[in-house]
């Protein structure tokens, strides 16, 4: 049996054509589904019922446990049918909620700061997997009365987006499908460690804002601290994600993340805004948040409003990101399918 929730609504409404179901009812009984709309006083026929139980799954993942921080962030640990658990984190920003969602279970990358690294690739999410993770978490802020409004979305969570290309396109076209879940493509970002067979791909998305973690422009740093860069270097991944870059606004979101003594001197905010002369990006400084087993520290943040200074002084935008969720593990790059 098919989970509905690889569907677009359009799909959905085909199939319950053969039962001359209209389309706008099929589409108000599919939106229902995805919690869209409150239950309207609709009649499907008897046939349409059963033949609706018969061929799709409307199981949701499991909420396994969840964790609340001190600044509103909940974090959600979903366990899929074959057990296999990943990470979805709600973000609260003045109750605009963002949602962090997972594409793997695990990740293959290997990046050298991140804790989803320590568990490697377990499994790529299908599509439906994806999809549920928004309907599931969308779902508990409704029931909790803690949100109503479309949320933000990026694909933060577990995995490389781009490594799981097919399913992330598919997710991305049932959250995106204007008849059924319609969420705005500049709600949604993907984010990418520089996964570059991927970003050859992004003209196949619909429109959608990218992120690039850079987090050094020194070669020998950045394969220190993502890998991939050896096999696929920054520059390359910049130029061919400035061809492709699917946003509608057409600026890259570099994502920098600031480790102490690592690439957060003013030497690095000058070699980065000289490397990155001819792109139109915008930069996100991330002071990273160290946890146990992990050699990094986050700078003090003296020096990452030194960094910040320096970059503005060369007429480079930029902000500083305020990471969320700290307390309970639930910020970049902290994400595991463990016990919360
Ligand atoms: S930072 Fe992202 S791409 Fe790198 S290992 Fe962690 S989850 Fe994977």
Redesign the pocket.
Known sequence: MNSIYSYQATEFAHFLADFSVKEEVSLDFYRNIFGEKKKRSFQLSEEAQKSIETHFNLELPEIDSLQKSSDGTIKFLLKFKDGKKVEAVALNFHKNYTLCLSSQVG?????D?????TQGLERNLKAHEIVSQYIRVMRYLHEQDISKKKPNIVF?????PLHNFDNLKQALMILRDRSGLDLAGDKITI???GYLPGIKRLNELPAVNMAF?LHSVREEVRTKL?P?NKSYPWKECLSELAKNNPSIKKILNIEYLLLAGVNDSLEDAQLLARELEGFDYFINLIPFNPFAGNPYQRPSDQAVEEFRKKLVSLKVRTMVRTTKGDDILAA??Q?KSKEI
Do not use: H, P, R, V
């Open positions: 990740c293959a990358m290997k990046c700061f991140c804790l989803t690294a933060m969570g577990q995995g490389e984010s990418t460690s973690s993502i991939l970049c790059g994400l």
